[in-house]
């Protein structure tokens, strides 16, 4: 009787590269957002987690200017590491390219005082938009390929949720995060 040895599992795609590539090389480090887009189940929610201290950190000590800024520069960045990392794994968007998260994230949190529930509704704003998708969102998620198509769909729910939480500190921010949050002095 003959045994028959099933093939030992490499973890590599049909195409013989790695789903995973190593956090060594920077366009992988950064497209995984120093490797939150490998932790496991809801890699987008992980990227977004761990954009929060960073946006804090460059609001704290640069302002909303610096915190623009870097979500420009973490925009444009985003295209060349989703590009690199895309080409690594032979894969269109996966789930472990998170530094799109980060660039929507940030830009929601263009809107918010440096307050925790603050930005724990930036985030949750950012997260409703990014996993619901209205249109236009869903439309540039489907519509747009390569690593342009990673990052719009992130800056749309970005854009998104940026008015949302603007209207809701505009409004409600004497209400939720206190009457002396925003300089209201009520």
Do not use: C
């Not at 480090?29 to 990227?47: I, Q, V």
């Not at 610096?66 to 895309?86: E, N, P, R, Y």
């Amino acid at each position: 009787m003959t045994t028959i040895t099933p093939p030992k599992k490499t973890g590599f795609a049909k195409s013989g590269k790695n789903p995973r590539p190593n956090l060594a090389h920077p366009g992988v480090l950064l497209a995984t957002w120093f490797g939150a887009g490998y932790l496991p189940k809801a890699p987008g929610t992980w990227g977004s987690l761990g954009a929060l201290p960073f946006a804090w950190l460059i609001a704290e000590h640069g302002g909303l200017w610096a915190l623009a800024i870097a979500a420009v520069s973490v925009f444009t960045v985003g295209l060349w590491a989703s590009k690199d990392f895309m080409a690594r794994t032979d894969t269109h968007d996966p789930g472990a390219i998170v530094i799109d998260e980060v660039a929507g994230q940030w830009i929601v949190l263009l809107a918010a005082p440096l307050d925790p529930v603050a930005y724990a509704i930036g985030f949750a704003l950012f997260r409703l938009f990014d996993i619901f998708k209205p249109w236009p969102i869903s439309w540039a998620d489907r519509s747009i390929g390569g690593a342009w198509g990673v990052m719009v769909d992130d800056v749309l729910a970005g854009l998104f949720g940026l008015a949302a939480l603007y209207l809701i500190m505009l409004y409600g921010a004497p209400y939720i995060l206190g009457p002396y949050v925003m300089g209201t002095g009520l």
